[in-house]
């Protein structure tokens, strides 16, 4: 008995130590596959070249669905389909313009466009006089100047946070919800600063949302020097009038479509761990970090695995949901599908926070789980990231309907140039390095090839 037990305890040791280098090995041979491979960057390149402004409902966003179901046949992957989910149809119409209208100043063009889901002015425009605010608390205070005139919401993201998304986040509601507080008090137009790190002239724009049967109004987002030029002269001339014009147009839903692609598991096929990046991009730009890149950074580590020669015991899908800008139908629609077919979701990952250097991998989940995925941290130090708490995404979050106990898996990029694209024209094939997005994939690759092999 002593022999046996001397035995086990030398053995378990020794073990431990062999996987930790077959997983040391793997892993490098991931990151190798993915710095030397030019394949996704030029998928990436192609999409962005072909079907920039691919919002949901419009033939560039087709083209996208087209174009990742046959990039993700010719991989010869165990499974290839669309998934069908009904989304909205706005569309922006004509370029918007705006002029600064003042006595003193004389007349100025300002870069501005469309929020999303905002309805337009028609083609004569709209002319008023502003009131700036900051915030809601100081709209509600100067709600009875509101009437008749264009409510501007000036409030910046604050440079001073090191987190650019907790940045981001402490100003979008301005963005999301301004202008229909607006309108509810009488506002003929709204026009919101844009939610961008950098002064410059790109307007970045985003989704607004308006009570169906409430009072709705045209919405622009103005560029950060647009918005300061428009603050400076309104506090020497409070009489300067802005027109704006814009033909944005909401029609009736149409059909889209998620893209999936999937390597069954050897072991256990019924399990599902999820990759996915959202397909669809605001209509201004290229949609290059937001999220083309995500897309192909999911589609990659499908192929990641098959160059490198692993065979997951989980089927492992690639998903690149339609609609996460406007409505986030497509994440819903997985999830509706997953409870109807009966399906099991074990994990689930989404890259969406752009193709920048990959500073972290993220595990959400319990705290005793989370403590044994720290052991894998050793394996992460050679390409100089850590493992930290977080996950998620907005459109795997469905997915808890499904599991409850759905671990989310993540990498997390640095994001201190992100808000200089997030939604602006300047979000293009031109702003990723390759050398980034590979990083990135191949982190994402390594991370669920740990949690294919040994769970939490």
């Not at 040391?24 to 190798?32: C, G, H, P, S, T």
């Not at 985003?206 to 987002?221: E, K, L, M, Y």
């Not at 300061?228 to 479509?257: E, F, G, H, N």
């Not at 074990?346 to 752009?354: K, Q, Y």
Request: hydrophobic residues 40%; contains cysteine.
């Amino acid at each position: 008995m002593k022999k046996n037990l001397f035995f086990i305890l030398f053995l378990v040791p020794l073990v431990f130590q062999v996987h930790a280098q077959q997983d040391k090995a793997r892993i490098k041979a991931v990151f190798d596959e993915a710095l030397t491979s030019y394949e996704s960057y030029s998928n990436l390149k192609w999409l962005c070249e072909n079907t920039a402004g691919r919002i949901c409902g419009t033939p560039e966003a087709a083209a996208a669905v087209e174009y990742t179901y046959q990039l993700m046949l010719e991989m010869d992957l165990d499974t290839v389909w669309k998934q069908e989910c009904m989304v909205r149809n706005w569309k922006r119409g004509r370029p918007e313009l705006s002029k600064i209208v003042s006595g003193v100043y004389g007349t100025t063009e300002v870069p501005v466009c469309a929020l999303g889901l905002s309805i337009g002015t028609g083609e004569s425009g709209i002319s008023a006089r502003l009131i700036e605010v900051m915030d809601f608390k100081e709209l509600e205070k100067m709600k009875d100047d509101i009437p008749g005139r264009i409510v501007f919401f000036n409030r910046p993201m604050d440079q001073k946070r090191i987190a650019t998304f907790s940045a981001y986040g402490g100003a979008a509601n301005q963005r999301t919800s301004g202008p229909a507080l607006a309108a509810k008090y009488g506002a003929v137009a709204c026009v919101v600063r844009s939610l961008s790190s950098e002064s410059d002239d790109y307007p970045h724009t985003g989704v607004t949302r308006f009570d169906p049967d409430g009072r709705q109004i045209p919405a622009f987002a103005i560029s950060t020097n647009g918005a300061d030029l428009l603050s400076a002269q309104l506090k020497s001339d409070p009489d300067i009038r802005l027109w704006l014009m814009s033909t944005c147009q909401t029609y009736p839903d149409v059909p889209s479509y998620n893209v999936i692609g999937e390597i069954l598991g050897t072991e256990f096929p019924d399990e599902i761990i999820t990759i996915g990046g959202h397909l669809d991009a605001w209509d201004i730009g290229e949609g290059a970090h937001d999220d083309g890149g995500g897309c192909m950074q999911a589609i990659e580590v499908l192929r990641l695995f098959d160059a490198t020669g692993i065979r997951p015991k989980h089927t492992i899908r690639a998903v690149m949901f339609m609609d996460e800008e406007v409505a986030q139908r497509g994440g819903k629609a997985y999830a509706d599908a997953a409870i109807e077919k009966g399906e099991k979701h074990i994990a689930a990952m989404e890259s969406d926070r752009g193709v920048l250097t990959p500073r972290s991998v993220t595990i959400g989940t319990d705290p005793v789980r989370f403590e044994k995925a720290l052991q894998w941290e050793n394996l992460f130090k050679p390409y100089d990231l850590k493992i930290v708490k977080g996950g998620g995404g907005v459109d795997i979050s469905p997915l808890r309907k499904v599991n409850p106990d759905l671990v989310y898996l993540g990498m997390l990029p640095d994001a201190q140039r992100y808000f200089r694209f997030h939604h602006s024209a300047f979000d293009t094939f031109e702003q990723v390095d390759r050398r980034e997005m590979q990083m990135g994939a191949a982190a994402m690759a390594a991370l669920v090839y740990l949690y294919d092999k040994y769970g939490l």
